[in-house]
């Protein structure tokens, strides 16, 4: 029996060990690669911070534009949203709840919060998507 | 076609670097340069294009391609005379095995190419930081610097910008198209880390482990899915391998040209991720110190590659040095000027908790039992990871284990738990192939002589 147990037959163990495995997880390489291979061909992909391309055009010159939302912005929960919307107007900067700005991204869970808000900062709407994030300008 | 142009560039740019760098180490195989080549060039490229932001204070199309093709004939003009032997056939020898590797290398490619199609617009943080950081220096003209002051500090503005500034370079031709390049990128580095393990597996131990070591990281169930994920994690991983081959390489063929490459890998690194800085720094003063140190190649051969590893670093580092202390604002996440006590996880129970996400980590299914092979391995032939260059490697994996260790119990403005969930599975990731790597050298050192199959 100790002589069985070599040094040799523990590196062959391990070479063989390490060959099933590899095995394994290449077989089940080809199955997920088939199975995404065909589920690509009709998954359809978004833009991160798509709902927010229509303010391109309006605010492509615009250096800084504030960003005000109600919604949890910590690094844990928030729902990328204001990242989103970041990479979608680059170059353009968003300044995360900053009212201070002529032009305003108003990004809030419910229309009435703010309307109350754009009542409370003076500024009209120019511009609202069909998921509810508003263009707003500060009237002078 | 035209959004593979610059790729092809940057490869053949590495190339010539790497024929330079390499010309007198006989017997490198055609592939390890072809691997070693894709990240040298790509991360010259990057170089290239972020010294263009400082010198055209802004995105300037003519002056990054005009330099990189610059560079590209200047290598050509120093390889002239190889390049005349190649074309005339004198230098070119058939082996059937090398047509095999190929046919292999290539079979990895659909699978790639199919997977990155599952996420073509890359994850949380491709868009969130650096195909964010990506077009914002390409749009933002003059203001360019802005991406480090005025963005919020979730964009992570201390972050550098090399995946940035190669994925700018890979839309050079195709302005108004910001994701082919980051998909190409992703893929590209995919592949490489791959073909690069093979290949450095195939010219320091043997066929077989080759094969096989490809296939344990290939197969993981993690590799694609991270690796194709336009994240910076797979450039991170690619150059930590490559830093461990060029030092073996060094050592084994007492080759001066790896030592230059060691030193360039280090520095292309260090501009990669905050990360790539500290394994740099850790893994530049460990294999220094074993060349120092090491008496059987000689006190001139060893001073040699210590000077060529510190002409490599001179090439690329200082890039990083004057991002970090002139560009970037400080980080975030950490808590390192004040007293670590101030964290609220610098006790008992950060630990306890690290050491909860770490056990949950290593048994996670998307790694497949590797950790446990890993280990398994470290204690078969645990007395030879103590010894000559193995040591240095080693010793690098340990120390910067332990570097993460202090910064996620250093950690503000996080949840420790969520920020591990984040995180760890990563940080494994990108220390895979190395591990993989170094396992398996190891493991072929134990036999009395290994057979060397090119």
Known sequence: MKKFITYDTLRKAFFLVALVLATINSFFLFKVTSKAAVKNKFQIYTVAGNEFADFKNKISTIEHVGYLTDKDMSPEKNNGQFLGAQYMLAPVILDLNNANHRYLILDYTNLFDAARKLRNIKAKVIEMTPDLEILAEKLP | ?454
């Open chain 2, 1 to 454: 076609m035209t959004i593979s142009l610059p790729y092809v560039f940057s490869i053949l740019a590495g190339y010539l670097l790497v024929e330079t760098a390499l010309r007198n180490t006989p017997k490198v195989s055609f592939f390890l340069k072809l691997f070693l080549a894709i990240g040298a060039g790509l991360g010259l490229s990057s170089l290239i294009t972020f010294l263009s932001f400082l010198f055209c204070n802004g995105y300037n199309r003519s002056f990054i391609v005009f330099a990189n093709l610059s560079c590209i004939f200047f290598l050509l003009i120093i390889n002239s005379k190889q390049l005349k032997e190649v074309l005339s056939g004198h230098a070119v020898r058939f082996d059937p095995w090398q047509f095999f590797y190929g046919i292999f290398l290539l079979l990895l490619v659909p699978f790639i190419l199919i997977r990155a199609n599952e996420h073509p617009l890359g994850e949380w943080d491709s868009w969130a930081l650096w195909n964010m950081k990506a077009k914002f220096l390409t749009l933002s003209g003059p203001l360019w610097q802005s991406v480090f002051k005025d963005l919020h500090w979730h964009t992570q503005p201390d972050y550098p910008l090399l995946l940035p500034c190669m994925n700018i370079w890979g839309w050079i031709f195709t302005p108004g198209d910001f994701f082919s390049a980051p998909f190409l990128t992703a893929a590209l580095f995919a592949f490489a880390c791959a073909g690069l393990l093979f290949a450095g597996l195939l010219q320091f131990t043997d066929r077989k482990i080759a094969f096989l070591g490809c296939a344990l990281l290939f197969a993981l169930p993690a590799y694609l899915p991270l690796a194709t994920s336009q994240y910076a994690d797979i450039v991170l991983a690619y150059y930590l391998l490559a830093g461990f081959i060029s030092f073996v390489g060094a050592v084994q063929e007492k080759s001066k040209g790896f030592g230059f490459l060691f030193g360039f890998f280090l520095g292309l690194m260090s501009f990669t991720k905050n990360e790539g800085l500290t394994m740099a720094f850790i893994l530049a003063v460990l294999c220094i110190s074993y060349f120092l140190f090491e008496k059987t190649a000689g006190r001139q051969a060893n001073s040699s590659v210590i000077r060529l590893i510190f002409c490599g670093l001179i090439i690329t580092l200082p890039v990083s040095i004057y991002f970090k202390l002139c560009l970037a604002p400080p980080n975030h996440d950490i808590l390192l000027s004040a007293a670590p006590r101030m964290s609220s996880f610098f006790n008992l129970e950060g630990c306890s908790i690290i050491f909860e996400n770490i056990a949950l980590q290593l048994s996670h299914p998307r790694w497949y039992h590797l950790w446990p092979l890993v280990f398994c391995g470290f204690l078969l032939d645990w007395r030879r990871y103590f010894k000559k260059e193995i040591r240095a490697l080693f010793l690098f994996l340990i120390l910067y284990v332990l570097v993460i260790f202090f910064i996620y119990l250093t950690t503000i403005n996080f949840s420790l738990a969520w920020r591990l969930s984040r995180t760890l599975s990563r940080i494994l990731f990108y220390l895979s192939p190395a591990v993989i790597f170094l396992m398996f050298y190891v493991y072929a050192s134990g036999k009395s002589a290994p057979e060397k199959k090119l």
